[in-house]
């Protein structure tokens, strides 16, 4: 039977030291893949300590920005060969009502969601067009297709990150490249907490957001990174454009 994993794929994850992350680079590991892990943060290189140099290699870099972009990739080529999955999962919000939100911080949320989506496609593609295979996996949210308070910038960016990941995958389904994205509710991770604690009562903010969920709880990260991995992976093999989302029904309503 064909092995539909990522098996020995060289696989590129950004946001990798978030909590998403983490799990994505647990269950690529799993697999078998060979893992590029990359994020902004310095703590990424703490997953250099559970992994061995033949299976993961971390490299700090800011993916909204070209120059850091490529020095990722030319870490990914040297370390491994061409990246033959990538999965866009860096993510940055910051929660304010249109009104309030300064044109720093929405150029900073549309850099650190779209910019970086658009930024590290580009730059895997041309590969992948020679390969005449690929899969690219975008982290969105449900704010990539409902409109959520003090979100503004947020959901425009994620909004812009599934309108891309859909015109990604019509230009390039020819050429045996898929493009999808996972569609999280709230996800247990420093992101949620991030968030919570910038309210005024943040006990009653997460009782406000586990409610909203129809199944009444958040997602823990392992649940969003298995549905990311699934996308990335031969097991969606006839899957693209697609926003899967990972929400406990919260869009359904
Ligand atoms: N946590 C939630 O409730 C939630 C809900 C829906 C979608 N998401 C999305 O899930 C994804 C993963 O987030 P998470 O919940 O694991 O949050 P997290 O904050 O734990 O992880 C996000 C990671 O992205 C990194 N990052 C941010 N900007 C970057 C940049 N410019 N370059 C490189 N790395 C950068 C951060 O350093 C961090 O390690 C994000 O795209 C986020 O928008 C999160």
């Keep these: 039977m064909t092995d539909k994993t ?6 590129l994850v950004t946001g990798a030291a978030g909590g998403v992350g983490r799990e994505v680079i647990k269950k690529l590991a799993s697999q078998g893949a060979k893992i590029v892990a990359t994020d902004i ?3 990424v290189h703490q997953l250099a ?3 061995n140099e033949a299976e993961l290699v971390t490299v700090v870099g800011d993916v909204s920005k070209s ?7 030319e870490k990914a080529e040297s370390s491994f060969g061409a990246v033959q999955a ?10 304010k009502a249109l009104h309030e939100t300064s044109e720093e911080e929405w150029d900073a949320v549309l850099a650190g969601n779209a910019k970086s989506f658009f930024l590290t496609a580009r730059r895997v593609l041309p590969n992948m067009l020679k390969a005449g295979k690929g899969s690219i996996t975008a982290t969105g949210s449900i704010s990539s297709v409902v409109g959520l308070p003090s979100q503004a910038a947020y959901c425009a960016s994620k909004g ?6 859909r015109q990604l995958a019509v230009e390039y389904a020819g050429q045996g490249i898929r493009v999808n994205a996972v569609g999280p509710g709230a996800i247990n991770t420093p ?3 991030r968030y919570l604690n910038s309210l005024p009562d943040p006990e009653a903010g997460a009782a406000a957001v586990k409610a909203a969920h129809p199944m009444k709880r958040w997602a823990e990260p392992d649940e969003v990174a298995d549905a990311l991995v699934f996308l990335a992976s031969d097991e969606a093999a006839f899957v693209t454009g697609h926003i899967l989302m990972v929400d406990g029904g919260y869009v359904a309503g």
């Design 49 to 51: 300590d559970q992994f």
């Design 6 to 11: 990522l098996k020995g794929k060289i696989v």
């Design 67 to 73: 120059a850091d972009v490529e020095k990722i990739f």
């Design 160 to 165: 812009a990150v599934l309108q891309l990941v």
């Design 41 to 43: 943060a310095e703590n």
């Design 86 to 95: 990538l999965i866009s999962n860096a993510g940055y919000m910051i929660g």
């Design 191 to 193: 992101f949620l907490t």
